[in-house]
């Protein structure tokens, strides 16, 4: 089993940033695969970034356009996500995800481990 624990989230005025952790535990060798989703009130959940923990490699979703920053520590198992220039439409709850193996799609579905969650609230 994996568990991931997400931390980092608040309450930031519109143009500030934040910086999100997640730190994996328990069965770590058995994830290849980081993830960071966001979902507002009444929308999908969708996608932000992935990275693949063995050589660093990144995805993102185009829509972020240079504003989210995903990086890893492999020695303290934690995966971050760097913030800024913060709208209030970012406001969300931000999940960490894991996979067993390479990354592929960011897409839910194909994830296999979810931490509980970290609101962001971003106001004018």
């Known amino acids: 089993q994996v568990h991931l624990v997400e931390s980092g989230g608040g309450s930031v005025l519109s143009g500030g940033s934040l910086r999100l952790s997640c730190t994996a535990s328990g069965d770590t060798g058995n994830t290849y695969c980081m993830a960071w989703f966001r979902q507002a009130p009444g929308k999908q959940r969708e996608g932000i970034a992935n990275?693949?923990?063995?050589?660093?490699?990144?995805r993102y979703d185009d829509s972020l356009k240079g504003r989210f920053t995903i990086s890893r520590d492999n020695v303290k198992n934690t995966v971050y996500l760097q913030m800024n220039s913060l709208k209030t439409e970012d406001t969300a709850m931000y999940y960490c995800a894991a996979r067993r193996v390479d990354c592929w799609r960011l897409v839910e579905r194909v994830y296999n481990y979810w931490g509980q969650g970290t609101q962001v609230t971003v106001s004018s």
């Open positions: 990275i693949y923990l063995p050589e660093g490699g990144t």
